[in-house]
């Protein structure tokens, strides 16, 4: 069966230091990658997508970037945080090729900016 | 652009029917989603519906008309575990989907 994982689950980090969330998927081949960014009381914010290896959209411009340097591994990442920055992290996977596919979420990872 | 609208909140009580609805207008349409996903956890899967009409899974149903740019999801038999935010979202022509901001359902005894 197919397992996604997130850590950390909660980070604090101050204004102006830099990011790195990791996201991995188990179980299956080439998933399309998702990174969601959900602010407090709203809806999921699109953030990044990747159909492949090296292969990433950005759908918000913004001082967030984002990687697949493995097949089923998906990260994150910032030079320098904003408090803007705050929010619930959510990586998604679903099934391999356009289509409507289930997207299955990982645990998330909050974090608080300072 | 694309919009998305939902109630921000609503309250039922344990064992009655709830529907929360959802208008879309979208550059692109394959489908939506319902989701549901409880304080501080990741959504889960509810629904899809891609044709119009209503779709039944247990307790949970879903109804699209894509003519009107309408869903609703009808929860029966409330039940306490049911308070969560319920997500609505529209798969557009690609591999994107498109959230509401979501529906807080409080259900009281």
């Known amino acids: 069966s197919q397992t996604i994982h997130q850590w950390p689950a909660t980070l604090v980090q101050p204004v102006g230091s830099p990011l790195s969330l990791e996201c991995t998927v188990e179980g299956t081949s080439n998933p399309n990658l998702y990174w969601y960014r959900q602010a407090a009381g709203r809806g999921l914010q699109l953030l990044f997508y990747s159909v492949g290896i090296g292969q990433i959209s950005s759908e918000v411009p913004q001082n967030l970037s984002a990687s697949r340097p493995q097949d089923r591994q998906f990260i994150l990442s910032s030079k320098k945080l904003l408090l803007s920055d705050s929010g619930f992290y959510l990586c998604?996977?679903?099934?391999?090729?356009?289509?409507?596919?289930?997207?299955?979420f990982g645990p998330g990872t909050r974090l608080t900016v300072l | 652009g694309q919009n998305i609208d939902q109630p921000t909140e609503m309250t039922a009580t344990e064992g009655a029917i709830v529907q929360i609805n959802c208008t879309y207008q979208t550059s692109g349409f394959n489908g939506l989603f319902w989701y549901q996903q409880h304080a501080g956890e990741a959504p889960t899967f509810l629904s899809y519906n891609v044709l119009d009409g209503l779709e039944e899974k247990g307790r949970f149903s879903s109804f699209l008309s894509r003519s009107k740019g309408y869903s609703y999801l009808l929860l029966k038999e409330l039940q306490m575990k049911d308070s969560a935010s319920y997500l609505c979202?529209?798969?557009?022509?690609?591999?994107?989907?498109?959230w509401g901001a979501g529906t807080k359902l409080i259900i009281k005894p």
């Open positions: 998604a996977w679903s099934e391999e090729g356009a289509g409507s596919y289930e997207q299955f």
């Open positions: 979202a529209v798969e557009r022509s690609n591999y994107q989907l498109i």
